[in-house]
């Protein structure tokens, strides 16, 4: 089997997909029985990855990366008259897009993996429903996410497919898992989002430190809707030169960054996987997160789960969460407990899953 990949995202973006993609290639060519792969490296987007973060293999006749500098706003018209993704690769089975932004295929079976969904009704809505029709699998990455999709995207059930997701790429870079910062440092990743809750994290803050706990914030992520609300708050706020908004933070300071934090609060009621908080959970940070199915099924019993509107509505609700693992971060039966739980998490077993359905598809009559 002949299976092509959407690898621009890989060279050209650190996180989210990108990520996905970059993992779930590496994984895929260290496993013993895998196919053939065609990476679509096609488009003028910057390759700003280091090609060393790749972990490709030098020489593998198995794997080839077709790289073009063709506008990836001219794929529909080149799909159009013949010469589509799978064409461009020389010929393939599956072709597996890792985000909705991939390129058109014509002449191969195709599988979507889906992270995020747009609001229901809209028309980002209606184009992934689009978009959907034209895939022979989905996959997600939880179960409450697998009825979701499809009942979302009125999609046939039995073809969305849940996969595990990995969490050990920041992990490898750190020779071992430090002590954490002094004083205690709260983190929050991601673009301050207004469903993420930003201000809410800031009040809790403000609870904390009123009750005596010397501890600093730090908001590490692009600008998101919530940022005008989220600086204005700051700069009443009382505790404010406490807080760090780091938007520029290099992909290889994160693992550091995590890692030295006393705890990860991730409130993302929208969120479709759990990889931020695993990661976390790898470096032995605990997890503030929301109490969400996504998360249940994944971060049940090793992190602290909250319900989102209950902690923008009161500070003293999230400090209390947030306190609990702060007292649980040089814990070493909890340390342990964390690590053990990210550990059953790899990129290796969802490229073995990712397989499963790849061939499930190119058997299909």
């Known amino acids: 089997m002949r299976v092509g990949i959407d690898y621009l995202p890989a060279a050209t973006h650190w996180p989210g997909s990108g990520r996905y993609a970059r993992e779930l290639v590496r994984a895929l060519v260290g496993l013993e029985e895998r196919p053939d792969l065609r990476l679509f490296d ?29 506008p990836r706003r001219a794929l529909p018209f080149l799909a159009r008259i013949g010469f589509d993704a799978a064409r461009i690769l020389g010929g393939i089975d599956v072709f597996h ?7 058109a295929v014509r002449h191969a079976r195709q599988v979507l993996a889906i992270a995020e969904l747009p ?19 989905l996959i997600v990455f939880s179960a409450d996410w697998r009825l979701r999709v499809a009942e979302q995207l009125d999609f ?25 910062d002094a004083p205690p440092r709260i983190l929050v990743l991601g673009a301050t989002r207004t ?3 930003p201000l809410a994290v800031l009040r809790a803050f403000e609870r904390l430190r009123e009750n005596g706990l010397d501890a600093r914030l ?29 938007r520029d933070a290099a992909e290889s300071d994160l693992p550091a960054l995590v890692a030295g934090a006393s705890v990860l609060v991730h409130l993302d009621p929208r ?26 099924e994944h971060l049940e019993g090793v992190a602290e789960l909250v319900d989102d509107a209950e902690a923008a509505r009161e500070p003293a609700y999230l400090a209390g969460a947030i306190a609990q693992a702060i007292a649980a971060r040089t814990d070493g ?30 058997a299909r009559p």
Request: proline share 9%.
């Open 271 to 296: 969120a479709g996987t759990p990889v931020t908080p695993l990661e976390a959970l790898a470096a032995g940070v605990p997890v503030v997160a929301s109490r969400i199915p996504c998360f249940r």
């Open 333 to 362: 039966l909890e340390l342990a407990r964390r690590t053990a739980h990210a550990r059953a998490y790899t990129w290796e077993r969802c490229a073995t899953e990712t397989l499963r359905v790849w061939t499930s598809v190119a």
């Open 119 to 137: 609001e229901p009704r809209s028309p980002a809505a209606d184009s992934l429903r689009d978009l959907a029709r034209r895939q022979d699998a």
């Open 156 to 180: 046939p059930l039995a073809r969305v497919h849940a996969t595990s997701v990995g969490c050990e790429h920041w992990r490898r870079t750190l020779s071992e898992i430090p002590a954490p």
């Open 42 to 70: 096609v488009g003028r987007a910057e390759r700003r990855v280091d090609p060393r973060a790749l972990g490709l293999p030098f020489g593998d006749p198995r794997v080839v990366r077709v790289t073009r500098s063709i």
């Open 218 to 246: 730090a908001y590490v992520g692009r600008d998101g809707a919530a940022e005008p609300a989220l600086a204005e708050a700051l700069r009443a706020s009382p505790a404010a030169r406490h807080v760090a908004r780091i």
């Open 97 to 103: 897009h890792v985000n909705v932004h991939g390129p």
């Open 195 to 197: 469903e993420r809750r």
